[in-house]
């Protein structure tokens, strides 16, 4: 069952605000009625628990947490409600949901730059071609792009690399050490964090194949700890 909640009560619980583990996204999953492409992964370089509404963002995300260029990523991120008011009353357009509800980007990237990005996830360009679809796109980048200077993309569904996703989203589940238990995972574990480097993106990684390339790289595991963290403890 999904669970409505006022603009007062997000404000007060603090949505919208925060960085890293602290962000509290603006709309959460189980305030989504029959979302079944919802998805609550968890952030391995934060912990925190992540609020994905489709699977065309749950692609996205691994492929931007995989992003080692990439300080913070912000989804469900609410606009400011008086500014995109404003902005549909200079376009003489309706406010989407009405003028007392927030819009949200899918994505407000930060990086370790300093740059900022914006980005929005559809499934096809088909949708494009609907009219209020663009209309509300365009809405969200004039605000980015006009309002606070900060470039605005949209990307497809249709174009992404399923592949690279779930290769990340397989192996990331073993970034941490504490998670290794076997050989196995200890050779996700070090593909997630990058000391054996693989191509991610061309094909579904076979991990059977890679555990006889890359065995004799692997930290010995003794009673599902990997030896190096218990020398390091």
């Given amino acids: 069952m999904s669970e409505t909640k006022s603009n007062a009560s997000k404000i007060e619980e603090g949505r ?11 709309i959460q999953t189980r305030e ?3 979302c079944g492409t919802c998805s609550n992964p968890k952030d391995w370089k934060t ?11 749950a692609y996205f995300w691994h492929m931007l947490r995989w992003d080692d260029s990439i300080l913070d990523i912000r989804e469900q991120y609410p606009l400011d409600l008086e500014l995109t008011n404003e902005i549909c009353d200079d376009r003489c357009c309706k406010h989407p949901g009405g003028r007392n509800c927030y819009m ?20 096809s360009r088909n949708l494009l071609k609907k009219r209020r679809t663009k209309e509300k796109l365009d809405i969200e980048r004039c605000y980015w792009e006009k309002f606070r200077h900060v470039p605005y993309e949209i990307v497809f569904k249709e174009d992404m690399n399923v592949v690279f996703a779930e290769n990340i989203r397989i192996v990331s589940k073993f970034y941490n050490a504490s998670s290794v238990f076997d050989e196995m ?4 574990h070090m593909i997630a964090t990058k000391r054996i480097q693989v191509d991610m993106e061309s094909e579904p990684l076979d991990f059977p194949y890679l555990l006889e390339q890359y065995r004799e790289a692997l930290p010995e595991v003794k009673g599902g700890v990997p030896v ?3 020398h390091s403890t």
């Fill in 228 to 230: 190096c963290q218990i």
């Fill in 32 to 34: 989504i009625s029959s």
């Fill in 16 to 26: 919208g605000k925060g960085s890293g583990a602290s962000y509290k996204p603006w």
């Fill in 104 to 123: 949200t980007t899918d994505f407000y990237v930060i990086y370790k730059d300093g740059s900022e990005k914006a980005f929005s996830v559809k499934t």
């Fill in 47 to 57: 912990g925190r628990t992540v609020e994905l509404l489709s699977q065309g963002e």
């Fill in 185 to 188: 995972s200890m050779l996700k």
